[in-house]
């Protein structure tokens, strides 16, 4: 089981990029990339998901590295609505037994100031 | 709407009672995961189903809990005898099992145990 770490707090302010790294030192090879955002009260939502190098949709970037050791998410140009709790989680999702594997650590809480 | 509904949003109940939630995932998701959050952590993995067949069951779950899910439709999560430590959010999400697994969370039911 892959463990993750995220740094527990940043600030930022709005329409600057905000990057968010996770270490994941014992990812498998069969292992994803998954990051989730939480508000206060709702259950997460999924941000993106990768396997490696460069991932981009419409509200993030994620990066990962060629040893997949780690992985980035870029928010760009943040505004106040973004402040949340970002999770990153490692697991086989392609794998029957998939759900025991998808662990959301303490996550991390980006706070954007005007 | 035709998201992941959950049902009660929120119970209070006596140690010693037993309680079931509710959970209707997206009608074509075959893929129903039950976590539970406290307060300040990320939410951690109860169990997994893959249409009925519960196929991942926490090891840190007590004997308490049970999840079903017949046909492979709404899923029920029971917790006998409950006890204060139990007290905290219960979310269900649901996702259809493809290149990307992407979770649909619902809104949790809030448990109070008095």
């Known amino acids: 089981l892959a463990k993750t770490t995220q740094p527990i707090s940043m600030d930022s302010y709005e329409g600057q990029e905000v990057n968010i790294t996770c270490s994941h030192n014992?990812?498998?090879?069969?292992?994803?990339i998954t990051w989730y955002q939480q508000f206060p009260s709702q259950g997460p939502r999924f941000i993106i998901q990768?396997?490696?190098t460069k991932v981009t949709n419409e509200v993030a970037s994620l990066f990962i590295p060629a040893d997949r050791k780690s992985s980035t998410l870029s928010l760009p140009r943040v505004s106040l609505s973004d402040t949340a709790v970002y999770y990153c989680?490692?697991?086989?999702?392609?794998?029957?037994?998939?759900?025991?594997?998808?662990?959301f650590g303490g996550g991390t809480r980006v706070l954007v100031k005007p | 709407d035709t998201g992941v509904s959950q049902d009660p949003r929120h119970k209070i109940t006596k140690r010693g009672q037993n309680v079931t939630f509710r959970c209707d995932p997206i009608?074509?998701?075959?893929?129903l995961y039950w976590y539970r959050q406290t307060l300040g952590q990320g939410p951690e993995f109860l169990t997994y189903?893959?249409?009925?067949?519960?196929?991942?069951k926490s090891r840190l779950l007590s004997d308490r809990f049970s999840a079903e899910r017949p046909k492979g439709s709404f899923s029920t999560l029971e917790i006998q005898r409950t006890e204060q430590g139990d007290s905290a959010m219960y979310l269900c999400?649901?996702?259809?099992?493809?290149?990307?697994?992407?979770?649909?969370f619902g809104p949790g039911t809030r448990l109070t145990v008095t």
């Open positions: 999400a649901s996702s259809i099992q493809g290149a990307v697994d992407e979770q649909y």
């Open positions: 014992n990812i498998a090879t069969n292992d994803y």
């Open positions: 990768g396997y490696k």
């Open positions: 989680l490692v697991g086989d999702i392609r794998g029957r037994a998939a759900g025991n594997k998808l662990t």
């Open positions: 009608s074509e998701h075959n893929r």
């Open positions: 189903f893959q249409n009925e067949a519960q196929l991942e």
